[in-house]
């Protein structure tokens, strides 16, 4: 996906581009239809295909604890996993939502070998 760096982002099948305003920091403008995901939504291929690759649907969630380390703002895990009698789930954790996705599917793959 590499309309990701440096300004511009996907979202919903669409390029919206980052154009700073001197009263809008945050603005951004329509830049048009994603060509890598065909307009489907990157991050909706992007789930998908995690789901394909873990056997069941994938929950994620949000929860920003205090402090400066955001690395685990994101949490992943599989809709039917459960902790087992030792209190252990397969769970992929991240800065972003789709970070915490890619380490569950890494965190399944190792346990898969």
Request: charged content about 35%; proline content about 5%; some cysteine.
């Amino acid at each position: 996906m590499k309309h990701f760096r440096f300004n511009v982002r996907c979202i919903d099948g669409r390029l919206f581009r980052h154009v700073p305003q001197h009263d809008d920091p945050d603005f951004e403008i329509d830049a048009g239809r994603c060509e890598d995901c065909d307009g489907a939504g990157c991050d909706r291929l992007h789930h998908a295909k995690a789901e394909k690759i873990a056997g069941d649907k994938i929950v994620t969630s949000y929860f920003r604890v205090p402090g400066p380390a955001p690395e685990f703002d994101w949490s992943a895990h599989r809709d039917s996993d459960e902790p087992s009698d030792n209190g252990h789930m397969l769970q992929g954790f991240g800065r972003t939502e789709q970070e915490a996705i890619d380490d569950l599917v890494a965190v399944i793959e190792d346990a898969r070998a």
